[in-house]
């Protein structure tokens, strides 16, 4: 009997993201799939506004807990790409630092 087929794994054990908190519409993830000194920029999609969903918690109590958890679309992913070692441009912080410069203009923007 022969061995069995290898099947390739995507590797998720080492991948962070940034930043943690899950409303901000733009947000970062490292290592993704295992690629060593990788990032993926991506950009949230919200199906319902703020007020739209303010509206559904008051008129849909019994269900809103499934309306909040599928108001979250799948997010764009708008590039990937290496970053360098820590005190290069970009590295790890200067990356962190442009996701929460694109959230701060995305907030004076709406």
């Given at each position: ?16 993201y940034y930043p943690e908190e899950g409303k901000l519409p ?49 997010p764009w992913n708008l590039f990937t790409s290496d970053h ?17 410069a694109l959230n701060e203009k995305a907030e004076r923007s709406?």
């Amino acid at each position: 009997m022969g061995a069995a087929p290898t099947v390739p794994t995507i590797l998720y054990e080492n991948m962070s993201y940034y930043p943690e908190e899950g409303k901000l519409p733009f947000y970062v993830e490292f290592e993704r799939g295992g690629h060593k000194n990788e990032f993926t920029l991506f950009r949230r999609q919200f199906i319902h506004s703020d007020e739209q969903m303010e509206l559904f918690e008051k008129e849909t109590l019994n269900i809103f807990p499934l309306v909040k958890m599928c108001n979250e679309g799948h997010p764009w992913n708008l590039f990937t790409s290496d970053h360098g070692p820590d005190g290069c441009v970009p590295d790890r912080k200067w990356i962190c630092w442009m996701v929460d410069a694109l959230n701060e203009k995305a907030e004076r923007s709406a």
